[in-house]
């Protein structure tokens, strides 16, 4: 018998929220590690798609890095 897929885990706004302002707090370099982290969690590897909630961390980490950058320039 064939098994379902599991769901797949997306955060919520509220999650997603707190994501943010955590990476916020960070200094520039600690968001780096974190953008570099959910990067590489975002490859796509063997036909299998990266997972939802990397994907959505991904682009929380380059909206604050891009903010940082925007707030040093």
Known sequence: ???RPEPE???TRDQLAEFTR???MLSDDGVE???ETTYREC???ERILPPA???QQLVAAWKVLK???AMSG
Do not use: S
Request: charged share 30%.
């Open 1 to 3: 018998m064939a098994r």
């Open 9 to 11: 885990t997306v955060l």
């Open 22 to 24: 955590k990476l916020q």
């Open 33 to 35: 590690r974190i953008y």
């Open 43 to 45: 490859a796509y590897k």
């Open 53 to 55: 909630a990397a994907i």
């Open 67 to 69: 903010k940082f950058r």
